[in-house]
């Protein structure tokens, strides 16, 4: 066992460092990293909380915070709490095979290993090699997001492999590859931030979902810059008040609207940086036509936020740009839409505009939420891309692949389908009827998951990979026990760029095995062509050879430079120092200029066929994370101090549509659409519009928020529309009573139908 393990934290981007040691070592390892002096927001650092109910099994190890310049020593209550699930009573620790009677029972791996061969053999033999599908992760290693997509191309011959990363960061990464010619959530350092003077903070909460982020913005709010988009009066939001900044508290789905209104407001009235604009961009002229009907006072009539609010900040941002500095950085909240690319490409636009982006002291970001959400996106577990970002589709990308594997390129299939398309296929006749999950639980975590959990239950054969009985694993036919964070060694990408390593503190259960095992013994039996490994850094070492060349070019970084400390910000090419911050001589695109891109609302659909009740009237429903729960709360859930203080989904309503339903604080209630119905208790705030209400979206069952969000998808980026339901909210009694009232309307209209025939 290593003691005083240096890694980083398992859940979100920010990657925050941390030292595990066994409970002996804790005292001297917590003197031995004391963090550095910093500010924050009160609650933005907690310790752990004490325990209620039954006492959990102590940890096998102990965290401490590291001192790193992304968290500075700080952690959230989900990092001081990540070691109790090491040692949880409901982990998995050896195969289990789903009977007919529906009970998971252990079987030996060579069982498992037997059983899903024979599986995906007879699966492609009836229904051809796209019948067998993968879904894999953003928490994955690079090395093991790596060779997923080798393994579901060569060992099982598919090209129907996405993953969960197409919930997050895929509108995004699609604007920035158009804009930039090239991906990298913040091309900067984090610590950039820390000089600005306006921060513009589009759709994203990270007082909650990253609490250590908040000291990087405590010199933009001390400047009175900080900017905070978001319907809701968010924890984030909240951080403007007493002179910190503005908050902008738009209508669910206007956020591209309100960016179009603040490009007028700077183009017109003179604040763009002009000779940025000729000299490093293209397509300006579009843009500037397209920004013209959006002037302030139409844009207030679209989106509820004052005119003199949009001009306001317009300013704020350009006198920003030339004063400590200006930054844009947006979230889900303006990219979980049908529209999410060209709103993020509205956002870029604006960077543009006032000369952001290449600058040494201003820029535009995207903030990656998962842990390994940059990297997992990067090497090859998406339906369209091949290893260092490369385009599956190129010649030049597929010759490069074929060479590093060693196989005939005509082996590599060709682009497969994104995640929302490859989960609508479950089942289906020419669709998926074999599946790999890796790292997700999409019956929680999916859009109409409802229809989901039907297509997962359709399935001829579902395996899946995970520590936990997931709400996905629960539908397994076979569920494969895979090592945790601390019993594996890897590489993770954070939100800057930065290739960070994972260090093993201590050995798994028996029983359990990590992906890469799985993997290689799988390759084996399959007589798959090229070589696979269980060994990290023999992968690592051949994912630098495939990456190497490619946008995403890892190949001058190993794990001995890693191990020493060093910086390691990609591109990285073999002979360089890296590159922390992007774009400061040239974009990526052939020109060496960022594009503009002209956007444009989208008429959004209204109407709907279900019927809501007689008294009730139709709302918004937008989702988003709460600062205990991670995700599908598959983790989190399972953490008593953190479901102890967060135990249940609760609806944000605002206190008059609450009234106008006889809806008291804390009331059950019943928020229903045409996919499905969820119930919960209502938590009566004005911190969200009227015509609004949030939920948040880590709970399973009846409590889960993606029974009512819709599989729509952005055409560019495959991306679901998460933030923008059409719901309707009672009381569960009243909707209880109006089901019983409608069914009884149906057997007597029945009846009549009957009788006049």
Same mark, same amino acid.
């Given at each position: 066992?290593?003691?005083?393990?240096?890694?980083?934290?398992?859940?979100?981007?920010?990657?925050?460092?941390?030292?595990?040691?066994?409970?002996?070592?804790?005292?001297?390892?917590?003197?031995?990293?004391?963090?550095?002096?910093?500010?924050?927001?009160? %609650?933005?650092?907690?310790?752990?909380?004490?325990?209620?109910?039954?006492?959990?099994?102590?940890?096998?190890?102990?965290?401490?915070?590291?001192?790193?310049?992304?968290?500075?020593?700080?952690?959230?209550?989900?990092?001081?709490?990540?070691?109790?699930?090491?040692?949880?009573?409901?982990?998995?620790?050896?195969?289990?095979?789903?009977?007919?009677?529906?009970?998971?029972?252990?079987?030996?791996?060579?069982?498992?290993?037997?059983?899903?061969?024979?599986?995906?053999?007879?699966?492609?033999?009836?229904?051809?090699?796209?019948?067998?599908?993968?879904?894999?992760?953003?928490?994955?290693?690079?090395?093991?997001?790596?060779?997923?997509?080798?393994?579901?191309?060569?060992?099982?011959?598919?090209?129907?492999?996405?993953?969960?990363?197409?919930?997050?960061?895929?509108?995004?990464?699609?604007?920035?590859?158009?804009?930039?010619?090239?991906?990298?959530?913040?091309?900067?350092?984090?610590?950039?931030?820390?000089? %600005?003077?306006?921060?513009?903070?589009?759709? $994203?909460?990270?007082?909650?979902?990253?609490?250590?982020?908040?000291?990087?913005?405590?010199?933009?709010?001390?400047?009175?810059?900080?900017?905070?988009?978001?319907?809701?009066?968010?924890?984030?939001?909240?951080?403007?008040?007493?002179?910190?900044?503005?908050?902008?508290?738009?209508?669910?789905?206007?956020?591209?609207?309100?960016?179009?209104?603040?490009?007028?407001?700077?183009?017109?009235?003179?604040?763009?940086?002009?000779?940025?604009?000729?000299?490093?961009?293209?397509?300006?002229?579009?843009?500037?036509?397209?920004?013209?009907?959006?002037?302030?006072?139409?844009?207030?009539?679209?989106?509820?936020?004052?005119?003199?609010?949009?001009?306001?900040?317009?300013?704020?941002?350009?006198?920003?740009?030339?004063?400590?500095?200006?930054?844009?950085?947006?979230?889900?909240?303006?990219?979980?839409?049908?529209?999410?690319?060209?709103?993020?490409?509205?956002?870029?636009?604006?960077?543009?505009?006032?000369?952001?982006?290449?600058?040494?002291?201003?820029?535009?970001?995207?903030?990656?939420?998962?842990?390994?959400?940059?990297?997992?996106?990067?090497?090859?577990?998406?339906?369209?891309?091949?290893?260092?970002?490369?385009?599956?589709?190129?010649?030049? @990308?597929?010759?490069?692949?074929?060479?590093?594997?060693?196989?005939?390129?005509?082996?590599?299939?060709?682009?497969?389908?994104?995640?929302?398309?490859?989960?609508?296929?479950?089942?289906?006749?020419?669709?998926?009827?074999?599946?790999?999950?890796?790292? @997700?639980?999409?019956?929680?975590?999916?859009?109409?998951?409802?229809?989901?959990?039907?297509?997962?239950?359709?399935?001829?054969?579902?395996?899946?990979?995970?520590?936990?009985?997931?709400?996905?694993?629960?539908?397994?036919?076979?569920?494969?026990?895979?090592?945790?964070?601390?019993?594996?060694?890897?590489?993770?990408?954070?939100?800057?760029?930065?290739?960070?390593?994972?260090?093993?503190?201590?050995?798994?259960?028996?029983?359990?095995?990590?992906?890469?095992?799985?993997?290689?013994?799988?390759?084996?039996?399959?007589?798959?062509?090229?070589?696979?490994?269980?060994?990290?850094?023999?992968?690592?070492?051949?994912?630098?050879?495939?990456?190497?060349?490619?946008?995403?070019?890892?190949?001058?970084?190993?794990?001995?430079?890693?191990?020493?400390?060093?910086?390691?910000?990609?591109?990285?090419?073999?002979?360089?120092?890296?590159?922390?911050?992007?774009?400061?001589?040239?974009?990526?695109?052939?020109?060496?200029?960022?594009?503009?891109?002209?956007?444009?609302?989208?008429?959004?659909?209204?109407?709907?066929?279900?019927?809501?009740?007689?008294?009730?009237?139709?709302?918004?429903?937008?989702?988003?994370?709460?600062?205990?729960?991670?995700? $599908?709360? @598959?983790?989190?859930?399972?953490?008593?101090?953190?479901?102890?203080?967060?135990?249940? %989904?609760?609806?944000?309503?605002?206190?008059?549509?609450?009234? %106008?339903?006889?809806?008291?604080?804390?009331?059950?209630?019943?928020?229903?659409?045409?996919?499905?119905?969820?119930?919960?208790?209502?938590?009566?705030?004005?911190?969200?519009?009227?015509?609004?209400?949030?939920?948040?979206?880590?709970?399973?069952?009846?409590?889960?928020?993606?029974?009512?969000?819709?599989?729509?998808?952005?055409?560019?980026?495959?991306?679901?529309?998460?933030?923008?339901?059409?719901?309707?909210?009672?009381?569960?009694?009243?909707?209880?009573?109006?089901?019983?009232?409608?069914?009884?309307?149906?057997?007597?209209?029945?009846?009549?139908?009957?009788?006049?025939?």
């Amino acid at each position: 066992m290593t003691i005083g393990a240096a890694t980083h934290c398992p859940y979100c981007a920010l990657q925050c460092a941390m030292t595990l040691t066994t409970p002996a070592d804790a005292t001297a390892a917590a003197a031995a990293a004391a963090p550095a002096p910093q500010t924050l927001v009160p %609650a933005a650092q907690p310790g752990p909380e004490p325990v209620t109910g039954p006492v959990p099994p102590a940890p096998l190890l102990e965290v401490s915070g590291r001192d790193f310049p992304t968290n500075r020593g700080g952690l959230c209550r989900k990092g001081w709490t990540s070691a109790s699930l090491l040692s949880h009573p409901g982990r998995v620790t050896e195969p289990l095979l789903k009977g007919p009677d529906g009970v998971h029972r252990p079987v030996s791996w060579d069982d498992a290993l037997k059983l899903i061969t024979a599986a995906v053999k007879e699966t492609r033999a009836r229904h051809g090699a796209d019948a067998v599908g993968v879904f894999g992760g953003g928490g994955l290693t690079n090395e093991k997001a790596y060779q997923l997509g080798k393994f579901a191309r060569l060992a099982l011959g598919t090209s129907r492999i996405d993953y969960n990363g197409r919930f997050c960061m895929s509108s995004a990464a699609a604007a920035g590859m158009r804009a930039f010619g090239l991906d990298r959530g913040l091309p900067f350092p984090l610590e950039d931030l820390d000089g %600005a003077s306006t921060i513009m903070m589009l759709g $994203s909460n990270v007082a909650e979902t990253m609490p250590p982020f908040m000291q990087h913005l405590q010199g933009a709010r001390n400047a009175g810059g900080l900017i905070v988009v978001d319907p809701r009066r968010s924890a984030t939001a909240a951080f403007t008040s007493d002179g910190g900044g503005i908050h902008l508290q738009p209508l669910p789905g206007t956020d591209l609207t309100l960016l179009l209104g603040l490009s007028h407001v700077v183009i017109h009235e003179g604040l763009a940086d002009t000779g940025f604009v000729q000299a490093r961009t293209s397509g300006f002229e579009s843009v500037a036509r397209s920004v013209n009907a959006f002037w302030p006072e139409r844009v207030q009539s679209l989106t509820g936020v004052p005119a003199e609010l949009i001009r306001e900040t317009a300013h704020r941002l350009a006198d920003g740009a030339t004063k400590g500095g200006t930054y844009i950085l947006t979230g889900r909240g303006v990219e979980q839409h049908v529209d999410g690319t060209d709103t993020a490409t509205a956002a870029i636009n604006l960077g543009l505009l006032l000369g952001l982006p290449g600058s040494v002291r201003s820029g535009y970001g995207t903030l990656t939420g998962q842990g390994n959400g940059q990297g997992g996106r990067e090497h090859g577990q998406k339906a369209d891309q091949l290893p260092g970002y490369r385009k599956i589709t190129e010649p030049a @990308a597929r010759a490069h692949m074929a060479k590093v594997w060693g196989v005939p390129e005509s082996l590599i299939p060709g682009p497969g389908i994104p995640a929302v398309e490859l989960l609508k296929s479950m089942g289906q006749p020419d669709g998926v009827r074999c599946l790999f999950v890796h790292g @997700a639980n999409v019956a929680v975590s999916a859009p109409d998951a409802g229809a989901v959990i039907e297509g997962l239950r359709s399935l001829d054969f579902l395996v899946v990979c995970d520590f936990f009985m997931s709400e996905t694993a629960a539908e397994a036919d076979l569920v494969l026990p895979v090592t945790q964070w601390a019993e594996e060694e890897g590489t993770l990408t954070n939100l800057e760029g930065r290739v960070l390593r994972r260090r093993r503190a201590l050995a798994p259960p028996p029983g359990v095995r990590t992906e890469l095992w799985i993997m290689t013994r799988l390759a084996e039996a399959l007589d798959a062509p090229s070589t696979f490994s269980e060994d990290p850094e023999t992968v690592f070492e051949e994912l630098r050879l495939a990456s190497s060349g490619g946008l995403a070019d890892y190949s001058g970084i190993d794990y001995a430079m890693l191990d020493r400390g060093e910086a390691a910000y990609w591109p990285y090419p073999a002979g360089s120092t890296g590159t922390p911050r992007l774009f400061l001589d040239s974009f990526a695109h052939s020109d060496g200029r960022a594009a503009f891109t002209a956007v444009a609302p989208r008429r959004r659909r209204t109407s709907s066929s279900f019927a809501g009740g007689a008294s009730a009237k139709p709302m918004t429903l937008i989702t988003g994370r709460l600062m205990e729960h991670y995700q $599908s709360g @598959a983790q989190t859930r399972r953490v008593s101090e953190l479901m102890s203080s967060q135990p249940e %989904a609760r609806l944000q309503i605002h206190p008059a549509a609450a009234t %106008a339903q006889g809806i008291t604080d804390g009331a059950l209630v019943s928020v229903s659409n045409e996919r499905g119905t969820v119930e919960c208790r209502a938590e009566v705030s004005t911190a969200i519009r009227p015509e609004t209400v949030f939920l948040p979206f880590h709970f399973p069952e009846l409590e889960s928020a993606n029974r009512l969000t819709e599989a729509a998808t952005d055409p560019i980026s495959g991306m679901p529309e998460f933030k923008n339901s059409r719901v309707w909210v009672q009381l569960a009694a009243t909707a209880a009573e109006e089901k019983v009232l409608q069914a009884g309307a149906r057997k007597t209209s029945a009846r009549q139908t009957q009788e006049a025939s």
